[in-house]
């Protein structure tokens, strides 16, 4: 039978292995850089959404709007403004009627 403390160790020996082999991959990957286009200021979120700065100042304190901070500087993410800018779709009639027709069909067989 075999002890299972050497079991245990050899485990050990080779997770420590792949980390080992990890963390050197990991060491020769550069970081992620943001493109100096993807980086907007408030005066350019301003713009972008059409809103007073003074509102998008507003929206920064209660949260509701994506941002970072760094000293007394807001920056804000191109794309982030922009999935938020566009995350609140209102739907069309036909499309509230195709749901509210497939919900009536479900609601029917459910009957049966």
């Known amino acids: ?7 245990i160790n050899e485990k050990l020996e080779s997770i ?6 990890m963390r050197k991959a990991l060491q020769g990957t550069p970081p992620e850089k943001v493109n100096q286009e993807e980086i907007l200021s408030i005066e350019e979120v301003s713009k972008l959404l059409s809103m007073t700065k003074s509102h998008i100042y507003k929206m920064t304190s209660t949260r509701q709007i994506p941002h970072y901070h ?7 993410k191109r794309s982030e403004i922009e999935g938020w800018a566009f995350e609140c779709r209102i739907k069309t009639m036909s499309e509230i009627e195709m749901e509210a027709s497939a919900y009536i069909i479900r609601k029917d067989k459910g009957r049966r």
């Open 16 to 21: 420590e292995k792949q980390l080992t082999e």
């Open 70 to 76: 760094r000293g007394k500087k807001l920056f804000f």
């Open 1 to 7: 039978m075999e002890n299972p403390f050497e079991v």
